[in-house]
């Protein structure tokens, strides 16, 4: 199964980070990973990275990702209508997250994340590494 990985995975705690590189390995080789990078003002993605930790170790962390095979899903019209409309039902989720959600539901897959708010989205499952 696919799973989709929150920009959460960028900001964890370095304990978790380094549990998580496993799974994150065998993503590319098995096909069944993408991943959300939020450019936006809230808690996650590389805005967040770069806010914390600099430029340099935002880019690292976003090309190791990429140079570890994972696929990025754009963000087309049709998969920004179905983010929208997901926001427009649960106005409480940062609308990052809501790409997120809509780009699991269009592909099958599994969000990893440990954020709550995803349990309200319908039809959604989620796993934490």
């Known amino acids: 199964m696919k799973e989709v990985l929150d920009s959460r995975f960028l900001i964890t705690s370095p304990k978790t980070r380094r549990r998580s590189r496993g799974p994150a390995r065998s993503w590319p080789r098995s096909g069944r990973g993408a991943a959300e990078f939020s450019h936006g ?3 996650g993605g590389l805005n967040t990275v770069c806010q914390k930790a600099g430029h340099d170790e935002a880019r690292s962390r976003f090309r190791s990702l990429e140079h570890a095979g994972l696929e990025f899903v754009p963000l087309d019209p ?3 209508r179905e983010a929208g409309l997901i926001k427009c039902a649960h106005r409480d989720i940062p609308t990052s997250d809501c790409i997120i959600a809509a780009t699991a539901l269009r592909l099958g897959a599994l969000v990893v994340s440990d954020d709550p708010h995803f349990s309200k989205i319908r039809g959604l499952r ?3 590494i």
């Open 78 to 80: 049709s998969l920004a």
């Open 126 to 128: 989620t796993t934490w």
């Open 41 to 43: 003002r809230g808690r």
